[in-house]
């Protein structure tokens, strides 16, 4: 089974920044697409960031703010956010499409909580 772990969250005032980390534990064959997620409450699940080798896709709210990165030897990802805002609040999740025993599939974080309140 893999299990990715998200840190970093934490309370930030506007402006400020945060850097989330996701590492993936477990027998992890190869991963393909890391991202980043985010829930505001009574709001869906968002993309925010994801990245496919070297190619990154983002989320235009997040454009020129945050930046996703990878270690694939660590088998983590990384979300740099700056200038962050009061609608940058959210649970934020890390999601990993992996190979382990059982083939290919998607796997969620259990969430890290950020607000950006003054």
């Known amino acids: 089974q893999v299990q990715p772990v998200e840190s970093g969250g934490g309370l930030v005032q506007p402006g400020g920044s945060l850097r989330l980390s996701c590492a993936a534990s477990?027998?992890?064959?190869?991963?393909?697409?890391m991202g980043w997620y985010r829930q505001a409450p009574g709001e869906q699940r968002e993309l925010v960031a994801s990245?496919?080798?070297?190619?990154?896709n983002y989320a235009d709210s997040v454009k020129g703010r945050f930046i996703i990165s990878r270690d694939n030897a660590k088998n983590t990802v990384f979300l740099q956010m700056n200038s962050l805002k009061p609608e940058d609040t959210a649970v934020y999740y890390c999601?990993?499409?992996?190979?382990?025993?059982?083939?290919?599939?998607?796997?969620w974080g259990q969430g890290t909580q950020v607000t950006v309140s003054s």
């Open positions: 999601k990993l499409t992996a190979a382990s025993h059982g083939g290919w599939r998607d796997y």
């Open positions: 477990g027998i992890i064959f190869s991963i393909n697409t």
């Open positions: 990245i496919t080798g070297g190619r990154t």
